[in-house]
């Protein structure tokens, strides 16, 4: 790791990376005597004391989470143990939708990804977000609760559909090759 590029981030990216790499591990144990193992994780780096200011935002960092719930920190035989609690799963449940992108491919398949949802009244402000992160993912409405983009992107239906608790009735994707006349939605996706 470059130290150097990794303290140049503001602290919301870096509480962003201690939650990603606790959901990535699931958790972390750390060999260490005392309750200050992040200190040790660092002492490797050259010229540590100029870096002392930046060894607190790391600090600050797992000092904020943990206060805030999201991590829990054991000690068990002189290693400390480091996991996401259920607050700390939502988050970066949150964060790994926040950062979802669908990837334009070099050649266009000839498909069209068609999402379909009906989502009860009860879970009205689950089908608004929804409705707002297709949006943001480069989907087009054809209607109300019909949705087309031109790229693959089942691996990042299945994700949203997970996050929102919605079962395959309530949120469905279908791929065609026909749709009807669709010049103008080759404009719109420049394919």
């Known amino acids: 790791m470059r130290y150097k590029y990794y303290f140049k981030k503001p602290k919301s990216e870096i509480t962003k990376d201690i939650i990603y790499w606790l959901l990535v591990s699931g958790a972390v144990c750390v060999a260490a005597t005392s309750p200050y193992f992040f200190l040790n994780l660092l002492k490797g780096a050259k010229k540590w004391r100029r870096y002392k200011n930046q060894r ?5 960092a797992f000092k904020r989470l943990r206060k805030q719930g999201c991590i829990k920190v054991e000690k068990r035989n002189h290693q400390i143990y480091i996991s996401l609690t259920e607050i700390g799963k939502k988050m970066a449940g949150w964060l790994q939708i926040d950062a979802l992108k669908i990837k334009r491919s070099r050649k266009w398949d000839g498909k069209w990804r068609l999402i379909i949802f009906d989502i009860m009244e009860l879970k009205r402000s689950y089908r608004e977000a929804l ?7 480069g989907f087009y409405p054809l209607q109300k609760s019909v949705w087309i983009h031109a790229f693959d992107c089942c691996d990042e239906i299945e994700l949203l559909r997970e996050f929102f608790g919605l079962s395959r009735k309530e949120l469905r994707l279908i791929i065609s090759n026909n749709i009807g006349p669709d010049n103008w939605l080759r404009k719109i996706f420049k394919v």
């Open 131 to 137: 409705r707002g992160k297709i949006k943001e993912l």
């Open 56 to 60: 607190r935002k790391l600090s600050d």
